[in-house]
């Protein structure tokens, strides 16, 4: 069978670790940054012959390529999407599917008109414990649940912020849940399910004039099929990185995963039953040793990518999933926005 031929957008930290995974399962055809410096470093990396600062160029030029790959700032996944979409390429979307979930129905609406696959990146899905957790949901071991409760608590420094150009930007960036905390929320969708109300209040205390939002939150949920729960986050984390966690609370048991990356079994006490054997999983994604992202598993969306395009897989994030996450957050700053407005009006 022939090769996957793919393109990518965004040679940044992320960028370049999609360069890796291409080359492992398909052919990486052309790279595009929009960053000269940026640009001939991964094509020095990438070891290729032609690399783009222009988009539109890559797209009107490589027309052998089969998937766009898109590693640009949040701000910029629907324009680029759309744009690949339009020209007939399937793509690979990274988290957040867009910032606004107006561009995300664009987004899935141009996937239809062009008969295309477009793939959202939740790399998080396939970390072994949650894996583990979705079967034992999805077969009822669990009971009825009644609560969940996420905690993600992060350190991310103002040099992360500072040496960026559109991290901690409203227009770019979104907010701390579009770019350090959407992989979370889509667990939450993916293992509970879809929200109904949300009562937040988020604070920035560390990053006051260095992020245009903010570094930490507190959000209360009611989910459709009746599940409460809550979610506890920051970026604020003294000195690293802390948790990241879901537990959830049923008739029948009470799951914990957790460490920092949602990467370990923490507790289990399910009624007559074990979750054991665990695979190994891999590692945190390392950003130049400087700070530590999510669980590296960008392998396995590379490969649910080759087997959708080769007739034998279902996608792992769709867009609709993609967009579900981008509305249940853009609840939360809706409503913070509305607090907040309330309490000036008030006098609060
Ligand atoms: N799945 C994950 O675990 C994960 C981890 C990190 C980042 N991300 C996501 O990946 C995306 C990129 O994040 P990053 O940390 O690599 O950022 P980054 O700033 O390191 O890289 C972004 C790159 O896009 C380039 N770019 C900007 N505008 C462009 C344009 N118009 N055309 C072409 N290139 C352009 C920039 O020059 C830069 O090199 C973000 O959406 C982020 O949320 C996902």
Redesign the pocket.
């Known amino acids: 069978m022939e090769k996957i031929k793919f393109g990518l957008?965004?040679?940044?930290?992320?960028?370049l670790r999609h360069a890796v995974e291409i080359k492992k399962v398909g052919v990486l055809q052309a790279i595009?940054?929009?960053?000269k410096e940026?640009l001939s470093l991964a094509k020095k990396e990438c070891e290729l012959s032609t690399a783009y600062d222009n988009?539109d160029e890559l797209l009107d030029k490589e027309k052998d390529i089969d998937v766009i790959s898109i590693?640009?700032?949040?701000g910029?996944?629907a324009e680029?999407s759309i744009k690949s979409l339009k020209k007939g390429f399937h793509v690979l979307c990274?988290?957040?599917m867009a910032i606004k979930v107006e561009d995300c129905g664009k987004m899935i609406n141009e996937a239809e008109h062009a008969n295309k696959r477009l793939f959202i990146?939740k790399?998080n899905r396939f970390n072994p414990p949650i894996v583990a957790l979705k079967q034992v949901i999805a077969e009822n071991r669990l009971g009825r649940i009644f609560s969940v409760q996420l905690n993600c608590f992060w350190n991310r420094n103002n040099n992360y912020y500072q040496s960026?150009d559109?991290?901690g930007t409203k227009k770019l960036d979104g907010g701390t849940l579009?770019?350090q905390f959407s992989?979370f929320i889509d667990l939450l969708y993916w293992l509970i399910g879809d929200i109904r109300n949300v009562y937040p209040i988020i604070k920035n205390y560390a990053h006051e004039n260095i992020i245009e939002f903010e570094d930490a939150g507190v959000v209360t949920l009611e989910f459709y099929n009746g599940v409460i729960g809550t979610i506890n986050y920051n970026v604020n984390s003294y000195q690293k990185n802390f948790e990241g966690s879901i537990t959830i609370f049923a008739e029948k048991g009470t799951v914990k995963v957790g460490g920092p990356y949602l990467n370990k079994l923490d507790y289990q006490c399910i009624d007559n039953y074990v979750i054991e054997d665990l695979p190994e999983g891999k590692g945190a994604?390392e950003?130049g040793g400087q700070y530590q992202?999510?669980m590296s598993n960008?392998d396995e969306v590379y490969k649910n990518v080759v087997d959708v395009l080769n007739n034998k897989g279902v996608i792992a994030t769709n867009g609709y999933e993609g967009l579900k996450t981008v509305e249940i957050i853009d609840k939360i700053y809706a409503k913070s926005r509305y607090l907040i407005d309330s309490s000036r009006i008030l006098g609060l």
């Open positions: 957008i965004g040679c940044g930290r992320i960028g595009c940054d929009i960053n940026r988009i590693c640009t700032p949040n910029l996944h680029h990274e988290k957040p990146v790399q960026s559109w991290k579009f770019t992989h994604n950003y992202g999510s960008h």
